[in-house]
T-cell receptor, first 117, second 113 residues
Framework: GAVVSQHPSRVICKSGTSVKIECRSL??????MFWYRQFPKQSLMLMAT?????????EQGVEKDKFLINHASLTLSTLTVTSAHPEDSSFYIC?????????????FGPGTRLTVT | QKEVEQDPGPLSVPEGAIVSLNCTYS??????FMWYRQYSRKGPELLMY????GNKEDGRFTAQVDKSSKYISLFIRDSQPSDSATYLC?????????????FGTGTQLKVEL
């Protein structure tokens, strides 16, 4: 199998605070992890690509100082939403690509629903 | 024009029907094609992936790719209420394009009893 977990599954925070979301590959090593956000009834929007041991690559329009990504090990990446605002409320999903495998599929976590009040 | 176009639906079919879900794309560099299923408020689950033109079958699911027409399909046979979900196509360039996936908007499917 290829299981990816996320923690927390839901979080409510006050405007101006920071929130950290963890993404873990449980039964495989992932050199690359991806962070997406998804608005209701819309597709996934890639925010950034995170490679283990190096700086994340952010998509155009995504503020790197607001969405801090750390990929400290082959099984863990974190996304920190700093100084959160209500417009940051969304469904955040991570995915992981297996290291060294012959194929290129990404395995997704269950998502984290962030609500900023 | 979006790189990947997918009808958002919703698509409603009776139980047991054959479902056809489709995506078209404009970038001929795409070489790797995937279908994901996403239940409400959950992360996407990989259903199938394929590199080449032609058909690939897995149980009740068949993925079809026509690179000359830039068109991919997912067929679901004997559809069940548990198949009700949003289906997302995704594709990527294998060399020189990084490892970024480009998704369609997803088609919402409802299989009714």
């Amino acid at each position: 199998g290829a299981v990816v977990s996320q923690h927390p599954s839901r979080v409510i925070c006050k405007s101006g605070t920071s929130v950290k979301i963890e993404c873990r590959s449980l039964d495989f090593q992932a050199t690359t992890m991806f962070w997406y956000r998804q608005f209701p009834k819309q597709s996934l929007m890639l925010m950034a690509t995170s490679n283990e041991g190096s700086k994340a690559t952010y998509e155009q329009g995504v503020e790197k100082d607001k969405f801090l990504i750390n990929h400290a090990s082959l099984t863990l990446s974190t996304l920190t939403v700093t100084s959160a605002h209500p417009e940051d409320s969304s469904f955040y999903i991570c995915s992981a690509e297996k290291a060294g495998g012959p194929s290129y599929e990404q395995y997704f976590g269950p998502g984290t629903r962030l609500t900023v009040t | 024009q979006k790189e990947v176009e997918q009808d958002p639906g919703p698509l409603s079919v009776p139980e047991g029907a054959i479902v056809s879900l489709n995506c078209t794309y404009s970038n001929s560099a795409f070489q790797y094609f995937m279908w994901y299923r996403q239940y409400s408020r959950k992360g996407p689950e990989l259903l199938m992936y394929t590199y080449s033109s032609g058909n690939k079958e897995d149980g009740r699911f068949t993925a079809q790719v026509d690179k000359s027409s830039k068109y991919i399909s997912l067929f679901i046979r004997d559809s069940q209420p548990s198949d009700s979900a949003t289906y997302l196509c995704a594709m990527r360039i294998l060399t020189g394009g990084g490892n970024k996936l480009t998704f369609g908007t997803g088609t919402q499917l409802k299989v009714e009893l």
